[in-house]
């Protein structure tokens, strides 16, 4: 099955600077790649994704890049802010559906004010 | 915002107890799911359910048992709560493709 992993587990950052988050992955069938904010007490919500046919995506300050040869993504955060502190997690799926998405172990950002 | 709602989301409990965690949502999504996740840990698929009737085992292996008889209502049923069971349960549900809309959690401590 999919195995997908995550670095680093930690991140601390100074506020208006950029965070970087990577994920790797093994199964080569993997074609759809979220990202998931989880703040404190609440669910993950989704923030950007990207697919398998595309090799960078962006949406103001957040972007995902996805090297398919090499079967890792990454997400970049520009220009932090306080309320981006959060644990993301990134996840892999082969299929268009839920049922086989493979979540990373998450990455605790703490933004410095 | 999503609307999708879990009840309790605090829980202690005895060993042994029987204890029913409730996953509600009012979009009329036909996808519903429940997730595992320990403390700073990934989640993990424990049973998803594509409509009324219909309920399926995750990748994670799970004691517990869920029913869709309702397509807003998915509850997850522990028939013996064990300190093993500890963990936080997502619900989560979705119109469809890979959008997906996750509820707080119910965080559970079993003594």
């Known amino acids: 099955g999919e195995n997908v992993e995550q670095h680093p587990s930690t991140l601390s950052v100074q506020e208006g600077d950029s965070a970087v988050i990577k994920c790797t992955y093994s199964?080569?069938?993997?074609?759809?790649f979220p990202w998931y904010k989880q703040e404190l007490g609440k669910g993950p919500q989704l923030i950007i994704d990207?697919?398998?046919?595309?090799g960078e995506k962006k949406d103001q300050r957040i972007a995902v890049t996805l090297n398919k040869t090499a079967k890792h993504f990454s997400l970049h955060i520009t220009e932090t802010q306080p309320e981006d502190s959060a644990v993301y997690f990134c996840?892999?799926?082969?299929?268009?559906?839920?049922?086989?998405?493979?979540f990373g172990t998450g990455t605790r950002l703490t933004i410095i004010p | 915002e999503a609307d999708i709602y879990q009840t309790p989301r605090y829980l202690v409990i005895g060993t042994g107890k029987k204890i029913t965690l409730e996953c509600s949502q009012t979009?009329?999504?036909?996808?519903m799911y429940w997730y595992q996740q320990d403390p700073g840990m990934e989640l993990h698929l424990i049973h998803y359910?594509?409509?009324?009737?219909?309920?399926e085992k995750g990748d994670l292996s799970s004691e517990s048992t869920v029913s869709r008889i309702r397509t807003e209502h998915f509850p997850l049923t522990l028939e013996s709560a064990r300190p093993s069971h500890t963990s936080q349960y997502l619900c989560?549900?979705?119109?469809?493709?890979?959008?997906?809309?996750f509820g707080e959690g119910s965080w559970l401590t079993v003594v």
């Open positions: 989560a549900s979705s119109p469809g493709g890979n959008t997906i809309y």
């Open positions: 199964d080569s069938a993997s074609n759809y």
């Open positions: 990207i697919r398998s046919n595309v």
């Open positions: 996840a892999a799926s082969p299929t268009f559906g839920n049922e086989k998405l493979t």
């Open positions: 979009m009329g999504h036909d996808k």
């Open positions: 359910s594509y409509g009324v009737n219909s309920t």
